[in-house]
């Protein structure tokens, strides 16, 4: 069994960047760990009701990918370089 771990900048990157090699990893009994680095932020002006989307989204995206774990770096989206 190996340990996987994915960083991507923004939830949905790593579907679109390796989303078939996680699924491989995990039907191979693999565990893979997803590490988010952006999340959404009032302060950008970004609402409650936004932000709550996107959690609820990347719970689904979790369950779907079945990761064993999700950490989120909680970097504003428009300063990664910083």
């Known amino acids: ?7 991507a900048p923004h939830p949905d990157d790593e579907t679109l960047g390796c989303g078939g090699t996680l699924l491989k990893h995990k039907s191979n009994n693999d565990e893979i760990h997803w590490i988010i680095a952006t999340d959404l932020q009032e302060s950008e ?9 996107r959690d609820d989204e990347i719970q689904k995206a979790g369950a779907l990918f079945g990761f064993d774990s999700i950490s ?6 428009t300063k990664v370089d910083e």
């Open 1 to 7: 069994m190996n340990n996987v771990a994915v960083i």
């Open 72 to 77: 989120q770096l909680n970097l504003p989206t």
């Open 45 to 53: 002006g970004y609402g409650v009701s936004a932000i709550k989307e």
